[in-house]
T-cell receptor
Framework: NAGVMQNPRHLVRRRGQEARLRCSPM?????VYWYRQLPEEGLKFMVYLQKENIIDESGMPKERFSAEFPKEGPSILRIQQVVRGDSAAYFC??????????????FGPGTRLTVL | DAKTTQPNSMESNEEEPVHLPCNHS???????IHWYRQLPSQGPEYVIH???SNVNNRMASLAIAEDRKSSTLILHRATLRDAVVYYC?????????????FGKGTLLTVNP
């Protein structure tokens, strides 16, 4: 039973390039969450998606960042025109469809983005 | 979001119980208390969660104060693999209990 998969694990981009981070949730999970961990800080919520829908993007920067979770395929976090301040670890988590008022989140290993 | 306060670090001995404290004096009535832990270079791992009553699972126990302003994660017998960072988190209220905000956590050292 594979866990949450993220790729690539490490990504290096130059300023101005685009970064695309992929997340495959656990089998049977239809909810995906993205978090960002800046150096020396804790994880911060970015966005919550269900299949083909963005439920809550209150933690996403207003510009350059976007996320999708298509009907088929992995969830994608896209960062356009990256800047040095985007260097961080980006974690994806998934949970099953709601069974009540609480769902445990299962985290992937993260993608470490370095912007040169 | 309500904040939590944890010690930066704690130390214990192998095979002894560990009590990791967390203060959350501004918790609201609908906030869940979550504990996650994170190994180096990996994503967080769920440990336990609770609302009002004490909780037990195969990994740990969660003791919640009667006024809910503090809680304690209890590891019954510490092992060397438990020497990681532990995060105490309050979820958003009003149905947004998926929104987890991690602080700096407590780094647990386990002496053999």
């Amino acid at each position: 039973n594979a866990g949450v998969m993220q790729n690539p694990r490490h990504l290096v981009r130059r300023r101005g390039q685009e970064a695309r981070l992929r997340c495959s949730p656990m089998k049977g999970h239809s909810h995906v969450y993205w978090y960002r961990q800046l150096p020396e800080e804790g994880l911060k919520f970015m966005v919550y998606l269900q299949k083909e829908n963005i439920i809550d993007e209150s933690g996403m920067p207003k510009e350059r960042f976007s996320a999708e979770f298509p009907k088929e395929g992995p969830s994608i976090l896209r960062i356009q025109q990256v800047v040095r301040g985007d260097s961080a670890a980006y974690f994806c988590a998934s949970s099953p469809a709601s069974r009540g008022d609480y769902n445990e989140q299962f985290f992937g290993p993260g993608t470490r983005l370095t912007v040169l | 979001d309500a904040k939590t306060t944890q010690p930066n670090s704690m130390e214990s001995n192998e095979e002894e119980p560990v009590h990791l404290p967390c203060n959350h004096s501004t918790i609201s009535g609908t906030d869940y208390i979550h504990w996650y832990r994170q190994l180096p270079s990996q994503g967080p791992e769920y440990v336990i969660h609770g609302l009002t009553s004490n909780v037990n699972n195969r990994m740990a126990s969660l003791a919640i104060a009667e006024d809910r302003k503090s809680s304690t994660l209890i590891l019954h017998r510490a092992t060397l693999r438990d020497a990681v960072v532990y995060y105490c988190i309050l979820s958003g209220s009003g149905g947004s209990n998926y929104k987890l905000t991690f602080g700096k956590g407590t780094l647990l050292t386990v002496n053999p």
